[in-house]
């Protein structure tokens, strides 16, 4: 397997690829890989002659530093997980924080047609920031023809269509369903930090969404949210930081549910200091 840790190697790698025509996917992640990652991976090859998955924990796109510290790095765990799925057809790409930023490590301002504004840029002061500047980035370095992006970040799906849109960059945006844990709980590279007691506590956030999924059929927004606001009230262990019902082509809270739009739960969740997001179709 192929592991490059700076641009310059990168793009003298990729250069011979396209001289052939080969197609890269891409997928992008902070590494700590999981079977969720592997199942884009997986459809990344399906769709490409070759995968580039970059690991790399980005600093501007936590607008807290403990948690930055405190974010796994495995990168040697994680070629091990990689090289399983294939050894010949996946490329990583590694880089520091030198590589990326230069001597000046802070984030673009971007607009996102208010889709920045809703949920968890309401409570993540600067995080789309973070997230178009390193995204931006590595597709101008990378130059995939697909990207590769799971659902359980729904928002930041969201939010990469737009910026591709909007500064019209030549890569196509894969959305892949979110990969669960036998126990309903969606993957997460945060997992391997929950204590025993709240990992087990915790599949209670899926279960949860799927009754509010059933309740949404036949009650309105505002009392389907109360109703999880209440289950969460009265658990002893995790803590509701949201739930939001929203439009999902605006990611705007609905005040009134209407027959021609399509509706999304979201939910983010303290267990400890861990925290969960997870989200579910309505309709």
């Not at 809703?118 to 002061?125: S, Y």
């Not at 599949?203 to 289950?231: C, D, H, M, R």
Request: glycine share 4%; net charge positive.
């Amino acid at each position: 397997m192929n592991i490059y840790y700076n641009e310059k190697d990168l793009n003298s790698y990729l250069e011979h690829l396209k001289v052939n025509n080969k197609t890269i996917g891409f997928v992008p992640t902070m590494g700590a890989l999981h079977l969720g990652h592997a199942s884009l991976i997986e459809k990344g090859l399906q769709q490409n002659d070759i995968v580039v998955v970059s690991i790399f924990v980005n600093p501007t796109q936590f607008d807290n530093q403990e948690d930055l510290v405190k974010y796994p790095r495995t990168l040697e765990k994680d070629t091990k997980l990689l090289s399983r799925i294939s050894k010949t057809k996946i490329t990583v790409y590694a880089p520091t924080v030198e590589d990326i930023y230069g001597e000046h490590v802070q984030s673009t301002s971007f607009s996102y047609d208010g889709l920045e504004h809703e949920m968890e840029g309401r409570f993540r002061d600067g995080h789309f920031d973070g997230v178009g500047t390193i995204v931006k980035r590595l597709f101008e370095i990378v130059q995939p023809d697909k990207a590769y992006f799971g659902e359980k970040d729904f928002q930041q799906l969201m939010i990469v269509k737009k910026l591709v849109e909007k500064h019209h960059l030549p890569v196509q945006v894969v959305g892949c369903k979110i990969h669960r844990e036998k126990d309903g709980l969606a993957m997460s590279s945060r997992n391997m930090r929950l204590k025993a007691e709240y990992r087990k506590a915790a599949p209670f956030i899926y279960k949860t969404l799927n009754a509010a999924k059933e309740k949404f059929g036949v009650s309105s927004a505002n009392k389907v949210t109360k109703w999880v606001e209440n289950q969460f009230a009265n658990h002893e262990l995790l803590e509701l930081e949201y739930f939001i019902i929203a439009n999902v082509d605006t990611l705007k809270t609905v005040k009134r549910k209407s027959n021609n739009n399509t509706y999304r739960a979201f939910i983010a969740v303290y267990a400890d200091d861990i925290r969960l997001i997870d989200n579910i179709a309505l309709n």
